[in-house]
């Protein structure tokens, strides 16, 4: 089993910043993959940003630029650094971890961007 807690998210204005981190404990040496999805009402959950357990790194191309995933593996946690945000940020945002057998999520923060 995977455990996954996220922290960060928030109120800003448009143009402004958030950071979101997401731990990982448990079976975490059977983690391949990890991302942030986010989910606004009424749409799908899409992918915004994942990084491989060898560093690769990949971004949905509305946020290239603006947001930057990074890892740490001593603390097994990942960070999602949002810049300049938009109001069509807005969104649930949920940290995920892939293993061979599943997928694995975590419980979601909310982002909301507006003036």
């Known amino acids: 089993q995977v455990q996954l807690v996220e922290s960060g998210g928030g109120l800003v204005q448009p143009g402004g910043s958030l950071s979101l981190s997401c731990a990982a404990s448990g079976r975490i040496y059977s983690i391949d993959y990890m991302a942030w999805y986010r989910q606004a009402p009424g749409k799908q959950r899409e992918l915004v940003a994942g990084i491989t357990s060898g560093g690769t790194i990949d971004y949905t191309d509305s946020v290239k630029g603006r947001f930057t995933i990074s890892r740490d593996n001593v603390k097994n946690t990942i960070y999602l650094q949002m810049n300049s945000l938009k109001p069509e940020d807005t969104a649930v945002y949920f940290c995920?971890?892939?293993?061979?057998?599943?997928?694995?999520w975590g419980q979601g923060t909310q982002v909301t961007v507006s003036s």
């Open positions: 995920s971890a892939v293993t061979v057998s599943r997928n694995y």
